[in-house]
């Protein structure tokens, strides 16, 4: 038996499944899988209590409890992706004719200003059109993980007893990022969500990352081999998945298979892991996270990355 047992959280996927079920063996340690769902209790669970060993984590909330003196450190393992055009609802009765029109509005975002999610749409409206964020209300559903963070003083907190989609089919809010609903009055902001995602991609390089690894850092001084063993674990899963996905072995495609298959058609890896590969988008993600009030300043990008993994490319 291989080390210690360590708790590790990471949500079933397919680039993960052949850790999870065992095929993928970590020479270090013995993992001890724990289910959390939903997966973003995890994410508060580990930033507040440092409850689990190993655990997946949404990057920017990472950043900012990285920014806090969370004892965390990251693997450069981004576990999700997504393209995020598609976050971004509108009340079509609202007259928001082009993403310029937000401005000076209140605009909805599901749970926390520091969410991924929102962090990444915020971003293509400011760096792609040319939106001021500074000149609109961002209203939220929810609290921050990291519960020391304060966010700017043009983001604040919905009204007590109120629900964000409610707030959107009436014209409160005109527009919302993440939020779940279906009505005749709601559409997405931009129609073609994932060619426009996928043209990001092409054009600039945009491939966003959602979630990442991290590892207690008492574990990691502990033990120095733990984050390269670590890595090398979660990349041979993947490696199977990507095989798998190219070969046509996988009988049910899910939406993320299917984008995954997108990124491929284009030549490019649908799953690159390491610092190198993807040192452009974090240096983005980061920007975004400076410029909207997440972090305070911009920090080295190899920082964020537990030592023994930032030269490792998967």
């Not at 959280?9 to 993992?31: H, I």
């Not at 007893?161 to 609903?181: N, T, Y």
Request: charged share 25%.
């Amino acid at each position: 038996m291989p080390g210690p047992k360590l708790k590790v959280v990471t949500r079933t996927q397919g680039n993960n499944r052949a850790f999870k079920e065992g095929l993928v063996k970590p020479r270090t340690f013995e993992p001890e899988f724990i289910e959390v769902d939903p997966l973003i209790a995890a994410f508060r669970r580990q930033v507040r209590q440092s409850e689990f060993d190993i655990c997946e984590m949404a990057i920017t909330t990472y950043m900012c409890a990285k920014a806090h003196g969370k004892p965390m450190t990251a693997i450069p393992v981004p576990l999700v992706r997504q393209f995020h055009h598609g976050a971004i609802l509108v009340n079509t009765k609202a007259g928001i004719k082009s993403p310029k029109d937000l401005e000076g509005k209140p605009v909805g975002v599901n749970r926390g200003y520091t969410v991924t999610t929102g962090v990444w749409a915020r971003g293509i409206l400011a760096e792609e059109h040319g939106v001021d964020l500074g000149k609109i209300t961002w209203v939220l559903s929810g609290d921050e993980h990291v519960a020391e963070y304060k966010p700017p003083a043009n983001v604040v907190p919905i009204e007590a007893g109120r629900k964000m989609q409610d707030m959107l089919v009436s014209g409160e809010l005109v527009a919302a990022i993440g939020v779940d609903i279906e009505h005749p009055d709601i559409a997405p902001l931009f129609p073609n969500a994932l060619d426009a995602g996928l043209a990001a991609y092409k054009t600039r390089g945009h491939y966003p990352i959602n979630h990442l690894v991290v590892i207690r850092d008492d574990l990691i001084a502990e033990r120095p081999g733990l984050a390269a063993d670590a890595f090398e674990a979660f990349t041979e899963s993947k490696r199977r998945y990507v095989a798998d996905l190219k070969a046509g072995r996988i009988d049910k495609l899910s939406a993320v298979d299917k984008v995954h298959l997108k990124v491929i058609e284009t030549g490019g890896d649908p799953l690159p892991y390491g610092i190198a590969p993807n040192r452009h988008v974090i240096e983005e993600l980061m920007r975004h996270a400076v410029s909207q009030g997440i972090i305070p300043k911009a920090v080295p990008l190899e920082s964020l990355f537990a030592m023994g993994t930032q030269d490792l490319v998967g």
